[in-house]
Protein backbone atom coordinates (compact mmCIF):
# COMPACT_ATOMS: atom_id res chain seq x y z
CA UNK A 1 0.00 0.00 0.00
CA UNK A 2 1.30 3.06 -1.00
CA UNK A 3 0.89 6.63 0.87
CA UNK A 4 -1.51 7.57 -2.14
CA UNK A 5 -1.97 11.03 -3.67
CA UNK A 6 -1.23 14.13 -1.80
CA UNK A 7 -2.77 17.64 -2.58
CA UNK A 8 -0.62 20.95 -1.17
CA UNK A 9 -3.54 23.16 -0.80
CA UNK A 10 -7.34 23.20 0.72
CA UNK A 11 -8.94 25.84 -1.49
CA UNK A 12 -11.20 24.87 -4.01
CA UNK A 13 -9.08 23.00 -6.41
CA UNK A 14 -7.33 20.80 -3.38
CA UNK A 15 -10.74 20.33 -2.07
CA UNK A 16 -12.71 19.20 -5.20
CA UNK A 17 -9.52 16.80 -6.79
CA UNK A 18 -9.31 15.37 -2.89
CA UNK A 19 -13.05 14.41 -2.95
CA UNK A 20 -12.75 13.12 -6.57
CA UNK A 21 -9.58 10.81 -5.90
CA UNK A 22 -11.09 9.46 -2.67
CA UNK A 23 -14.46 8.40 -4.55
CA UNK A 24 -12.27 7.02 -7.56
CA UNK A 25 -10.72 4.86 -4.96
CA UNK A 26 -8.18 7.04 -4.24
CA UNK A 27 -6.34 7.65 -0.53
CA UNK A 28 -5.78 11.21 0.10
CA UNK A 29 -3.67 13.52 2.05
CA UNK A 30 -4.38 17.42 1.99
CA UNK A 31 -1.89 20.03 3.38
CA UNK A 32 -2.85 23.43 4.01
CA UNK A 33 -0.44 25.98 6.11
CA UNK A 34 -3.34 28.33 6.95
CA UNK A 35 -6.05 27.46 9.67
CA UNK A 36 -9.07 26.67 7.84
CA UNK A 37 -10.10 25.21 4.52
CA UNK A 38 -11.66 27.04 1.28
CA UNK A 39 -8.60 29.04 0.68
CA UNK A 40 -9.75 32.28 -0.72
CA UNK A 41 -13.25 32.11 -0.59
CA UNK A 42 -13.02 31.38 3.39
CA UNK A 43 -16.20 32.94 5.19
CA UNK A 44 -16.82 32.71 8.77
CA UNK A 45 -19.01 34.11 11.29
CA UNK A 46 -17.36 37.29 13.00
CA UNK A 47 -17.92 36.58 16.88
CA UNK A 48 -19.15 40.03 17.60
CA UNK A 49 -21.96 40.48 14.95
CA UNK A 50 -22.95 37.00 13.67
CA UNK A 51 -22.61 38.09 10.24
CA UNK A 52 -20.54 36.01 7.79
CA UNK A 53 -17.81 37.26 6.63
CA UNK A 54 -16.09 36.58 3.11
CA UNK A 55 -12.58 36.70 4.73
CA UNK A 56 -10.78 37.41 1.72
CA UNK A 57 -13.17 39.40 -0.37
CA UNK A 58 -16.11 38.77 -1.87
CA UNK A 59 -17.27 35.90 -3.67
CA UNK A 60 -20.33 35.09 -5.43
CA UNK A 61 -21.05 31.87 -7.49
CA UNK A 62 -22.21 31.93 -11.11
CA UNK A 63 -21.81 29.50 -13.87
CA UNK A 64 -23.15 28.69 -16.96
CA UNK A 65 -21.64 24.97 -16.36
CA UNK A 66 -24.84 22.43 -15.60
CA UNK A 67 -22.10 20.30 -13.52
CA UNK A 68 -20.51 22.57 -11.89
CA UNK A 69 -23.83 23.97 -10.72
CA UNK A 70 -24.73 20.40 -9.68
CA UNK A 71 -21.36 19.41 -8.20
CA UNK A 72 -21.89 22.74 -5.52
CA UNK A 73 -25.34 21.90 -4.66
CA UNK A 74 -23.97 18.29 -3.48
CA UNK A 75 -22.07 19.97 -0.38
CA UNK A 76 -24.11 23.13 0.22
CA UNK A 77 -27.53 24.49 0.17
CA UNK A 78 -27.57 27.28 -2.47
CA UNK A 79 -29.80 30.21 -1.82
CA UNK A 80 -30.71 32.34 -4.47
CA UNK A 81 -28.73 35.45 -5.17
CA UNK A 82 -28.52 37.92 -7.65
CA UNK A 83 -24.81 40.38 -7.59
CA UNK A 84 -25.90 44.17 -7.66
CA UNK A 85 -23.07 46.12 -7.68
CA UNK A 86 -23.54 49.99 -7.50
CA UNK A 87 -20.29 52.61 -8.15
CA UNK A 88 -20.04 56.21 -6.23
CA UNK A 89 -18.30 59.13 -8.39
CA UNK A 90 -18.76 62.61 -7.84
CA UNK A 91 -21.36 62.14 -5.56
CA UNK A 92 -23.46 60.25 -6.90
CA UNK A 93 -24.52 56.63 -7.42
CA UNK A 94 -24.92 54.58 -9.98
CA UNK A 95 -25.57 50.68 -11.02
CA UNK A 96 -23.01 48.64 -12.69
CA UNK A 97 -22.39 46.83 -14.78
CA UNK A 98 -22.89 49.73 -17.17
CA UNK A 99 -26.63 49.58 -18.60
CA UNK A 100 -28.86 51.62 -20.13
CA UNK A 101 -30.06 52.94 -16.26
CA UNK A 102 -25.58 53.90 -16.39
CA UNK A 103 -25.76 55.29 -19.17
CA UNK A 104 -29.04 57.85 -18.75
CA UNK A 105 -28.26 58.75 -15.34
CA UNK A 106 -24.80 60.09 -16.07
CA UNK A 107 -25.16 61.69 -19.15
CA UNK A 108 -28.89 62.74 -17.73
CA UNK A 109 -30.77 61.59 -20.92
CA UNK A 110 -33.75 59.29 -21.32
CA UNK A 111 -32.43 57.22 -24.36
CA UNK A 112 -34.12 54.08 -25.38
CA UNK A 113 -31.87 51.06 -25.86
CA UNK A 114 -30.70 51.64 -30.05
CA UNK A 115 -30.50 55.47 -28.96
CA UNK A 116 -27.87 54.62 -26.05
CA UNK A 117 -25.96 51.95 -28.43
CA UNK A 118 -25.74 54.90 -31.41
CA UNK A 119 -25.17 57.69 -28.72
CA UNK A 120 -22.23 55.65 -26.77
CA UNK A 121 -21.05 54.59 -30.63
CA UNK A 122 -20.27 58.03 -31.75
CA UNK A 123 -18.42 58.81 -28.32
CA UNK A 124 -16.30 55.40 -28.87
CA UNK A 125 -13.20 55.56 -30.84
CA UNK A 126 -13.85 54.01 -34.35
CA UNK A 127 -10.48 53.34 -35.47
CA UNK A 128 -10.05 51.07 -32.05
CA UNK A 129 -11.76 48.06 -34.55
CA UNK A 130 -9.36 45.20 -32.67
CA UNK A 131 -8.52 46.78 -29.13
CA UNK A 132 -5.24 45.66 -28.09
CA UNK A 133 -5.35 46.60 -24.43
CA UNK A 134 -7.66 46.93 -21.63
CA UNK A 135 -8.26 51.38 -22.27
CA UNK A 136 -8.46 50.54 -26.27
CA UNK A 137 -11.31 48.13 -25.22
CA UNK A 138 -13.04 50.38 -22.76
CA UNK A 139 -12.38 53.34 -25.50
CA UNK A 140 -14.38 51.60 -28.05
CA UNK A 141 -17.15 49.86 -25.94
CA UNK A 142 -17.97 53.00 -24.01
CA UNK A 143 -16.14 56.02 -24.91
CA UNK A 144 -13.95 58.71 -23.06
CA UNK A 145 -16.46 59.47 -20.42
CA UNK A 146 -17.61 56.67 -19.02
CA UNK A 147 -14.29 54.88 -19.09
CA UNK A 148 -12.62 58.00 -17.00
CA UNK A 149 -15.55 57.79 -14.31
CA UNK A 150 -15.49 54.36 -14.07
CA UNK A 151 -13.03 52.40 -15.25
CA UNK A 152 -9.76 54.27 -15.81
CA UNK A 153 -8.91 55.07 -12.23
CA UNK A 154 -10.60 51.70 -10.22
CA UNK A 155 -8.25 49.50 -12.49
CA UNK A 156 -5.52 51.62 -11.76
CA UNK A 157 -5.97 51.45 -8.25
CA UNK A 158 -6.74 47.89 -8.60
CA UNK A 159 -3.97 47.17 -10.58
CA UNK A 160 -1.15 49.31 -10.45
CA UNK A 161 -0.52 50.01 -13.51
CA UNK A 162 -1.40 52.09 -16.66
CA UNK A 163 -4.46 51.02 -18.14
CA UNK A 164 -2.48 50.68 -21.45
CA UNK A 165 -0.35 47.92 -20.16
CA UNK A 166 -3.43 45.46 -19.17
CA UNK A 167 -4.86 42.93 -21.43
CA UNK A 168 -8.12 43.81 -23.01
CA UNK A 169 -9.43 40.60 -21.28
CA UNK A 170 -9.92 42.17 -18.38
CA UNK A 171 -12.07 44.42 -19.05
CA UNK A 172 -14.35 41.58 -21.11
CA UNK A 173 -15.20 39.78 -17.48
CA UNK A 174 -17.68 43.21 -17.46
CA UNK A 175 -20.37 43.55 -20.38
CA UNK A 176 -22.25 47.04 -21.31
CA UNK A 177 -25.66 46.53 -21.30
CA UNK A 178 -28.55 48.30 -23.02
CA UNK A 179 -31.34 47.14 -21.43
CA UNK A 180 -31.99 47.95 -17.61
CA UNK A 181 -30.50 45.08 -16.46
CA UNK A 182 -28.13 45.25 -13.58
CA UNK A 183 -27.51 42.03 -12.65
CA UNK A 184 -23.34 42.03 -12.30
CA UNK A 185 -23.55 38.28 -13.86
CA UNK A 186 -24.80 36.93 -17.10
CA UNK A 187 -24.63 33.34 -15.81
CA UNK A 188 -27.58 30.16 -16.22
CA UNK A 189 -26.74 29.82 -12.45
CA UNK A 190 -25.66 31.92 -9.26
CA UNK A 191 -26.62 31.57 -5.88
CA UNK A 192 -24.57 31.62 -2.52
CA UNK A 193 -24.11 28.92 0.01
CA UNK A 194 -26.44 29.15 2.90
CA UNK A 195 -23.86 28.82 5.53
CA UNK A 196 -20.67 29.76 2.96
CA UNK A 197 -18.00 28.42 1.26
CA UNK A 198 -15.86 27.10 4.40
CA UNK A 199 -18.80 25.01 5.54
CA UNK A 200 -19.10 23.74 1.70
CA UNK A 201 -15.54 23.03 1.19
CA UNK A 202 -15.22 21.09 4.75
CA UNK A 203 -18.19 18.73 3.45
CA UNK A 204 -16.60 17.96 0.16
CA UNK A 205 -13.41 17.13 2.57
CA UNK A 206 -15.45 14.90 4.88
CA UNK A 207 -14.00 11.30 3.29
CA UNK A 208 -13.09 8.34 4.73
CA UNK A 209 -10.79 8.16 2.42
CA UNK A 210 -9.14 12.11 3.05
CA UNK A 211 -6.97 13.11 5.68
CA UNK A 212 -6.46 16.54 6.02
CA UNK A 213 -3.62 18.26 7.92
CA UNK A 214 -4.29 22.37 8.43
CA UNK A 215 -1.45 25.03 9.90
CA UNK A 216 1.42 22.52 7.91
CA UNK A 217 3.35 24.47 5.55
CA UNK A 218 4.55 22.25 2.58
CA UNK A 219 7.90 21.90 1.58
CA UNK A 220 9.47 19.40 -1.51
CA UNK A 221 10.90 16.87 1.62
CA UNK A 222 7.12 15.91 2.42
CA UNK A 223 6.30 14.55 -1.16
CA UNK A 224 8.78 11.26 -0.41
CA UNK A 225 6.59 8.27 -0.92
CA UNK A 226 3.47 9.82 -2.65
CA UNK A 227 2.14 8.40 -5.87
CA UNK A 228 1.17 11.48 -7.07
CA UNK A 229 1.22 15.21 -6.14
CA UNK A 230 -1.18 18.09 -6.92
CA UNK A 231 -0.18 21.05 -6.06
CA UNK A 232 -2.28 24.25 -5.75
CA UNK A 233 0.38 26.38 -4.28
CA UNK A 234 1.95 28.75 -6.62
CA UNK A 235 3.84 28.10 -9.24
CA UNK A 236 7.00 29.74 -8.70
CA UNK A 237 6.71 28.93 -5.19
CA UNK A 238 7.58 25.08 -5.88
CA UNK A 239 10.72 26.22 -7.12
CA UNK A 240 11.33 28.28 -4.05
CA UNK A 241 11.03 31.36 -6.04
CA UNK A 242 15.19 30.87 -7.39
CA UNK A 243 14.37 32.76 -10.79
CA UNK A 244 11.96 35.37 -9.35
CA UNK A 245 8.47 36.03 -8.37
CA UNK A 246 6.46 35.96 -10.58
CA UNK A 247 4.18 39.26 -9.64
CA UNK A 248 0.71 39.53 -8.26
CA UNK A 249 -1.70 41.96 -6.40
CA UNK A 250 -1.99 41.49 -2.90
CA UNK A 251 -5.44 42.94 -1.41
CA UNK A 252 -5.52 44.82 2.37
CA UNK A 253 -8.88 44.97 4.38
CA UNK A 254 -9.84 47.28 6.90
CA UNK A 255 -12.85 45.36 8.92
CA UNK A 256 -15.14 47.58 10.40
CA UNK A 257 -18.29 46.83 12.18
CA UNK A 258 -20.77 49.49 12.32
CA UNK A 259 -24.70 49.46 13.72
CA UNK A 260 -27.70 49.20 11.04
CA UNK A 261 -27.08 49.07 7.43
CA UNK A 262 -23.86 51.27 6.27
CA UNK A 263 -24.83 50.99 2.44
CA UNK A 264 -27.76 49.13 1.28
CA UNK A 265 -26.04 46.71 -0.65
CA UNK A 266 -23.45 44.16 -1.09
CA UNK A 267 -20.74 45.58 -2.77
CA UNK A 268 -20.04 49.34 -3.41
CA UNK A 269 -17.79 50.70 -6.14
CA UNK A 270 -15.06 53.70 -5.34
CA UNK A 271 -13.56 54.28 -9.15
CA UNK A 272 -12.46 57.81 -8.10
CA UNK A 273 -8.17 58.24 -7.90
CA UNK A 274 -8.91 60.40 -4.97
CA UNK A 275 -10.29 57.40 -2.51
CA UNK A 276 -7.74 54.64 -1.30
CA UNK A 277 -10.06 51.94 -1.72
CA UNK A 278 -11.43 49.78 -5.16
CA UNK A 279 -14.68 48.64 -3.11
CA UNK A 280 -16.39 48.14 0.20
CA UNK A 281 -18.12 45.15 0.94
CA UNK A 282 -21.07 45.04 3.13
CA UNK A 283 -20.97 41.33 3.90
CA UNK A 284 -24.63 40.82 5.68
CA UNK A 285 -26.27 41.63 2.36
CA UNK A 286 -24.76 38.84 0.67
CA UNK A 287 -27.35 36.59 3.02
CA UNK A 288 -30.23 38.76 2.87
CA UNK A 289 -32.16 35.42 4.28
CA UNK A 290 -30.20 35.86 7.49
CA UNK A 291 -31.35 38.97 9.58
CA UNK A 292 -28.29 40.77 11.82
CA UNK A 293 -29.01 44.24 13.04
CA UNK A 294 -25.37 45.01 13.23
CA UNK A 295 -22.81 44.96 10.65
CA UNK A 296 -19.74 44.51 9.03
CA UNK A 297 -17.81 46.23 6.00
CA UNK A 298 -14.69 45.66 4.63
CA UNK A 299 -12.84 48.34 2.82
CA UNK A 300 -10.55 46.56 0.20
CA UNK A 301 -7.28 48.85 -0.65
CA UNK A 302 -5.15 46.88 -3.74
CA UNK A 303 -1.28 46.86 -3.56
CA UNK A 304 1.90 44.97 -5.07
CA UNK A 305 2.08 41.34 -3.31
CA UNK A 306 5.23 41.17 -0.87
CA UNK A 307 6.78 37.70 -0.17
CA UNK A 308 4.98 37.60 3.27
CA UNK A 309 1.61 38.50 1.93
CA UNK A 310 -1.31 37.00 0.39
CA UNK A 311 -1.46 36.62 -3.23
CA UNK A 312 -4.33 37.21 -5.17
CA UNK A 313 -4.77 38.82 -8.36
CA UNK A 314 -1.95 37.13 -11.22
CA UNK A 315 -0.65 40.82 -13.05
CA UNK A 316 0.92 38.45 -16.03
CA UNK A 317 2.47 41.49 -17.57
CA UNK A 318 5.22 41.05 -20.22
CA UNK A 319 7.44 40.79 -17.58
CA UNK A 320 5.45 38.49 -15.89
CA UNK A 321 4.90 36.45 -19.01
CA UNK A 322 8.55 35.70 -19.56
CA UNK A 323 9.40 34.71 -15.68
CA UNK A 324 6.21 32.09 -15.89
CA UNK A 325 7.75 30.47 -19.42
CA UNK A 326 10.90 29.88 -17.87
CA UNK A 327 8.70 28.37 -14.92
CA UNK A 328 6.73 26.21 -17.47
CA UNK A 329 9.12 24.62 -19.02
CA UNK A 330 11.03 23.97 -15.51
CA UNK A 331 7.91 22.31 -14.13
CA UNK A 332 7.03 20.65 -17.58
CA UNK A 333 10.18 18.84 -16.98
CA UNK A 334 9.35 17.56 -13.12
CA UNK A 335 8.56 14.09 -12.68
CA UNK A 336 5.22 13.16 -9.88
CA UNK A 337 3.60 16.38 -9.79
CA UNK A 338 0.67 18.58 -11.29
CA UNK A 339 0.56 22.22 -10.59
CA UNK A 340 -3.15 23.23 -10.34
CA UNK A 341 -5.71 26.19 -9.46
CA UNK A 342 -4.97 29.95 -9.33
CA UNK A 343 -2.01 29.76 -8.15
CA UNK A 344 -0.27 26.62 -9.56
CA UNK A 345 -1.31 27.52 -13.00
CA UNK A 346 -0.91 31.40 -12.29
CA UNK A 347 -4.37 32.51 -13.76
CA UNK A 348 -7.04 34.70 -12.86
CA UNK A 349 -10.11 32.21 -12.40
CA UNK A 350 -13.45 32.06 -11.32
CA UNK A 351 -14.55 29.65 -8.56
CA UNK A 352 -16.54 27.67 -11.27
CA UNK A 353 -13.67 27.22 -13.43
CA UNK A 354 -11.45 26.13 -11.04
CA UNK A 355 -13.62 23.33 -10.03
CA UNK A 356 -14.86 22.18 -13.14
CA UNK A 357 -10.71 22.35 -13.66
CA UNK A 358 -10.47 19.83 -10.71
CA UNK A 359 -13.25 17.47 -11.54
CA UNK A 360 -11.57 17.12 -15.22
CA UNK A 361 -8.08 16.85 -13.64
CA UNK A 362 -9.27 14.19 -11.46
CA UNK A 363 -11.06 12.28 -14.18
CA UNK A 364 -7.72 12.52 -15.92
CA UNK A 365 -5.22 11.51 -13.76
CA UNK A 366 -7.62 8.25 -12.50
CA UNK A 367 -8.16 7.20 -16.63
CA UNK A 368 -4.22 7.51 -16.85
CA UNK A 369 -3.62 5.55 -13.49
CA UNK A 370 -5.76 3.26 -14.96
CA UNK A 371 -3.80 2.30 -18.21
CA UNK A 372 -0.21 3.09 -16.87
CA UNK A 373 0.44 6.10 -18.11
CA UNK A 374 1.90 9.40 -16.53
CA UNK A 375 -0.19 12.72 -14.85
CA UNK A 376 1.57 16.10 -17.12
CA UNK A 377 2.88 18.65 -14.93
CA UNK A 378 -0.40 20.28 -16.63
CA UNK A 379 -3.70 19.65 -17.84
CA UNK A 380 -4.31 23.77 -18.76
CA UNK A 381 -0.84 25.31 -19.58
CA UNK A 382 -0.62 28.58 -18.08
CA UNK A 383 0.40 29.62 -21.22
N1 LIG B 1 -13.41 47.39 -13.12
C1 LIG B 1 -13.42 48.77 -13.12
N2 LIG B 1 -14.37 49.43 -12.41
C2 LIG B 1 -15.31 48.79 -11.67
C3 LIG B 1 -15.30 47.38 -11.65
C4 LIG B 1 -14.34 46.71 -12.38
O1 LIG B 1 -12.57 49.39 -13.76
O2 LIG B 1 -16.14 49.46 -11.04
C5 LIG B 1 -12.36 46.69 -13.91
C6 LIG B 1 -11.11 46.44 -13.06
O3 LIG B 1 -9.98 46.53 -13.93
C7 LIG B 1 -11.32 45.04 -12.57
C8 LIG B 1 -12.00 44.38 -13.77
O4 LIG B 1 -12.84 45.42 -14.31
O5 LIG B 1 -10.10 44.41 -12.25
C9 LIG B 1 -12.82 43.13 -13.45
O6 LIG B 1 -13.78 43.45 -12.48
P1 LIG B 1 -14.47 42.33 -11.57
O7 LIG B 1 -15.58 42.96 -10.82
O8 LIG B 1 -14.75 41.14 -12.42
O9 LIG B 1 -13.27 42.00 -10.57
P2 LIG B 1 -13.11 41.03 -9.27
O10 LIG B 1 -14.42 41.02 -8.52
O11 LIG B 1 -12.65 39.70 -9.78
O12 LIG B 1 -12.03 41.75 -8.50
Known amino acids: MTSGVLIVGAGLS ?5 RQLAELGHKVTVLDQRSHVAGNCHTARDAATGVLVHVYGPHIFHTDDAKVWAYVNRYATFKPFQHRVKTTVAGQVYALPVNLHTINQF ?10 RDFLAAQADASL ?14 GPHLYEAFFKFYTQKQWGVDPKQLPASILKRLPVRFTYDDNYFFHAFQGMPEQGYTAMVTRMLDHPAITLHLNTAFTRAQTVGFDHVFYSGPLDGWFDYDMGRLGYRTLDFEHVTHQGD ?14 PWTRITEHKHFAPWESHDASVLSREVSRPCGPD ?3 YYPIRLTQEQALLSQYVTRAERERGVTF ?18 AIDTAQHFAALTATGQTMPAFMVRPI
Open 14 to 18: GAVMA
Open 107 to 116: FGKALSPQQA
Open 129 to 142: ATPQNFEEQALSLI
Open 262 to 275: YQGCAVMNYPSPDV
Open 309 to 311: DTP
Open 340 to 357: IGRLGTYRYLDMDITIRE
